[in-house]
């Protein structure tokens, strides 16, 4: 029987979670789905922890790899060993309600989507969390062009955690210019896609793991800038308007906030020659996109006190970020 769905996670020393992420899989209502693990040569017990579980469930494969540190590379080494009808990606920290692979399959075909996104929940252990992604604002009955989702993708209003035909992923491939160019790789997933349904299944994105790498202050951080360049590329080159030109000159300035506060967090910890070079690269970041926020808009007063700090000039944005890293080290105290 043809495999319906693979679901494929990237492995780099995952071994506190991979028990939860694959129990989970394995309580699926809906069967006939192969996981595939690619090792990205882990150096604690996660190649092991795969191969035993592989042993108990032939829908588990293991593919190792050498370390390249980023998910497009990873995912673009197994694609060939995939042999489901449709794709879906996650972390080795993820989690899935019972119910999702049946609710975005029933979703895929009754639909006939080319791709489906199933609700999305920030999962922070054992509280119960409300927050999220759901439909389009809640709205679950839409079905919408690629285009479309590509647009509301820009600011995650719809998240990436899709099932996609995999047709679709094989004609494009995920791009490898950075480490989180797989999010340009959403967008152009999207773009190529006809038509997007939604359905109520949920996806459970893990936010507690302190050790994932979007966590973690690491150089690499600075490639989301790299992928904002390339994604204001492919939105002009695709006729996009100014609105999701501006969307995309957002999240550049909310990254150098985001990025800059994760290095603020690390920098005791770095010799000071690398604390320079990358101040240095910052204050590049910053000055080159500095025209790119004259007209962004704000949606709230937190965000509008932020922007307005960013664009007013690069003291500016240095005192801002240096005040909120203060405000979150003095919230923290005694938790």
Known sequence: MAIDISVVIPVYNGAEFLKDT???LQSQTHKNFEIIFINDSSTDNSLNFLIAAAQHDNRIKVYTKP??????????????????????????DDLYSPDLLEQNLKTMESMKADAVVPDMV??????????????????????ISGREALFL???????GFVLWKMDTVRQIGYYQFGMNSDEFTTRALYFNSKSVAFSQGVFYYRQNNKNAITKKWNSLQLDCFETSYQLEKYVIQNGFGQDAVELIHKTI???????????????SKMEV?????????LKDIYYHNLPKFKNLQSTSPKQFIMINAVRKGYFSYLVYTYLHQFFLKITNVGK
């Not at 820009?154 to 998240?159: A, D, E, V, Y």
């Open 122 to 143: 920030y999962y922070y252990g054992n509280a119960i969390q409300s927050s999220g992604i759901f439909g389009i604002n809640g709205n679950h009955n839409k079905v």
């Open 253 to 267: 300035l909310l990254d150098l906030v985001r990025i800059r506060l994760m290095f603020l967090k690390s920098k």
């Open 22 to 24: 694959i129990e989970s």
């Open 273 to 281: 020659s690398e604390k320079r070079h990358v101040e240095d690269l």
């Open 153 to 159: 993708s820009l600011n995650w209003t719809i998240h």
């Open 67 to 92: 370390n390249e540190g980023t998910v497009a590379k990873a995912i673009n080494y197994v694609l060939p060993y995939c042999s489901g009808r449709y794709f879906m990606y996650s972390s080795q």
